[in-house]
């Protein structure tokens, strides 16, 4: 099944909006990637000045490469190599990180040990010239534990600084893969880098997560905040929030008690963003059999949170996605599902959760093959990345102006 950008939704909102001048309506529109085919795993990401970046990994039998390109005057420049390898960990949902901040970038990958199939370690490297060379790869976990390590979230941070979160199984040994039987819990951990990949600080956050579940971070005006999906020793996995206040990292706090007993990782972790004091989350759960994408907000740096409100409930597979817009709007992303097929849906709310507008965006299969579609937001414009499954997979994307 190809997945396909809605153009006749922009003629039927073009013919609304003649009939309400007033609210024009989002407009999607396509931008052709320099990505090639057996393309797949896309990431954006959006950095201070509001300039937008796409990476994504490109696979032959040989090889794996990870590659970044920028928008640049609505186009996608020549496409970029960070890095590639023979013996990287290539997964559907651990996909690979890109940030920059002025003419510093990073960016993540997994890379196998020889141990087993689930052990592998993250790779880091950095780049100090806007990707026009790149430093050695560095492992930023120091446990030497040949374990399971992803799932990473990057942040930008000021002084030329990186900080970085992630899923640590130093913990595990002993353990199968989505399982977690024998050994111990997954952990969450953090730490921050200088511009040479030099730790400077690390910190374990969490001593018990789900295992196989996204991360995501963000930065209010106290510092970085992490979200994930937590387990309890009774196999309850619901979204937690950990945050960086007057020098040190608060204890894990339940965004919102969804109460999903669930005796295996679901696969579908949590999505943050921030602006200010002003911070919403989305997610997916599916307590009481009933699959649910759901969005909480918080005003005060993700301290407290106002209850969760469901977004869609039902005929969702979530792989949610999250970004905020200059008008302080919440754009949400999420796939809908009826069997074998999927929608990639965008909802559009209000900075207090009422929902403005709802589009379909593409069309794509609820297979693992067709990834996590990401989102992020440059103004008032959101845009989105999705893997195209068939013969040949490759990655596509789409700006939608509100």
Same mark, same amino acid.
């Given at each position: ?207 018990r997560v789900c295992d ?5 971070a963000a930065l209010t ?51 943050? /963003?921030?602006?200010?004091? #002003?911070?919403? !989350?989305?997610?997916?759960?599916? %307590?009481? =059999?009933?699959?649910?994408? &759901? $969005? ?40 809908? /599902?009826?069997?074998?097929? #999927?929608?990639? !849906?965008?909802?559009?709310?209000? %900075?207090? =959760?009422?929902?403005?507008? &709802? $589009? ?19 103004g008032n414009t959101v ?20």
């Open positions: 099944m190809r997945a396909k950008v809605y153009f006749f939704m922009m003629a039927i909102l073009g013919l609304w909006s003649c009939q309400n001048p007033e609210n024009k309506g989002p407009i999607v529109s396509a931008i052709q990637t320099p990505a090639a085919l057996s393309s797949e795993e896309p990431n954006l990401f959006t950095d201070q000045r509001g300039d937008v970046y796409l990476s994504w990994i490109e696979k032959s039998e040989e090889q794996a490469k990870l590659l970044f390109s920028k928008l640049e005057s609505g186009a996608w420049s020549a496409s970029n190599v960070i890095s590639k390898g023979n013996n990287w960990f290539v997964n559907w949902a651990d996909f690979p990180s890109f940030i920059a901040q002025d003419q510093l970038m990073a960016a993540h990958w997994l890379q196998k040990r020889d141990e087993g199939t689930y052990d592998y370690d993250v790779r880091m490297v950095i780049s100090n010239n806007s990707g026009q060379s790149w430093n050695d790869s560095f492992v930023p976990h120091t446990d030497g534990v040949s374990a399971e390590h992803g799932f990473v979230s990057l942040l930008p941070m000021e002084g030329d600084r990186i900080f970085a979160t992630w899923l640590d199984g130093r913990n595990t040994k002993g353990g199968s893969h989505g399982n977690h039987s024998g050994g111990g819990a997954m952990t969450l951990r953090a730490a921050i880098f200088d511009n040479e990949g030099i730790p400077l600080e690390e910190w374990e956050l969490d001593d196989c579940c996204q991360t995501s005006t106290n510092g970085p905040v992490v979200v994930y999906r937590n387990r309890t020793e009774d196999e309850i996995r619901d979204m937690s929030i950990v945050r960086w206040v007057d020098g040190s990292w608060t204890s894990p706090e339940i965004i919102y008690n969804d109460n999903w007993n669930i005796a295996g990782c679901p696969v579908n972790g949590p999505a943050i /963003t921030a602006n200010v004091n #002003a911070v919403a !989350v989305a997610w997916f759960t599916a %307590s009481g =059999g009933q699959p649910r994408v &759901k $969005l909480a907000l918080s005003s005060d740096a993700g301290a407290t949170f106002l209850p969760a409100v469901t977004l869609r409930e039902g005929a969702t597979n979530g792989r949610v996605g999250i970004a905020m817009l200059a008008d302080q709007s919440l754009v949400v992303s999420w796939m809908e /599902t009826e069997g074998e097929l #999927a929608k990639v !849906v965008l909802g559009h709310y209000t %900075s207090q =959760g009422a929902l403005k507008e &709802k $589009l379909t965006v593409a069309e794509s299969t609820s297979s693992r093959n067709s990834g996590f579609p990401v989102i992020t937001s440059s845009y989105m990345a999705w893997t195209e499954t068939g013969e040949n997979s490759r990655i596509r994307t789409a700006n939608i102006q509100f």
